[in-house]
């Protein structure tokens, strides 16, 4: 294999950077968004609702559940951010950088 090839198959440093950062802020966003509502729930449901408030079983369970909802709303909320705003980020450079694949693709 000759060695433009080989280079064209491996994956640059900078490039394995970039996708373990994805990787880690995806998989983050990802315990967020099961932990939080979870913990959320649990812990209204014990400290607030059933403790201060001395609110009945079921009633305690449903405002538990209402805030667990709007946790997992807000987490949702912040990974969309975080990717819409990494995204128009990114635009201008991989706009030249995909022109670029695209020009390498046609010379093989």
Not at 37 to 61: A, E, I, M, R, Y
Not at 86 to 101: E, T
């Amino acid at each position: 294999m000759s060695k433009s090839k080989l280079n064209k198959n491996t994956i640059s440093k900078a490039e394995q950077r970039a996708e373990y950062r994805t990787f880690k802020t995806v998989f983050s966003y990802c315990i967020l968004i099961i932990v939080l509502p979870v913990l959320t729930f649990f812990t209204s449901k014990h400290w607030l609702f059933d403790g201060l408030l001395q609110l009945s079983s079921v009633t305690s369970n449903i405002y538990s559940a209402v805030s667990a909802v709007v946790a997992l709303h807000v987490a949702l909320f912040l990974f969309i951010y975080k990717a819409y705003f990494a995204a128009s980020n990114d635009s201008p450079d991989s706009g030249s950088r995909d022109r670029g694949d695209k020009i390498a693709h046609k010379e093989d």
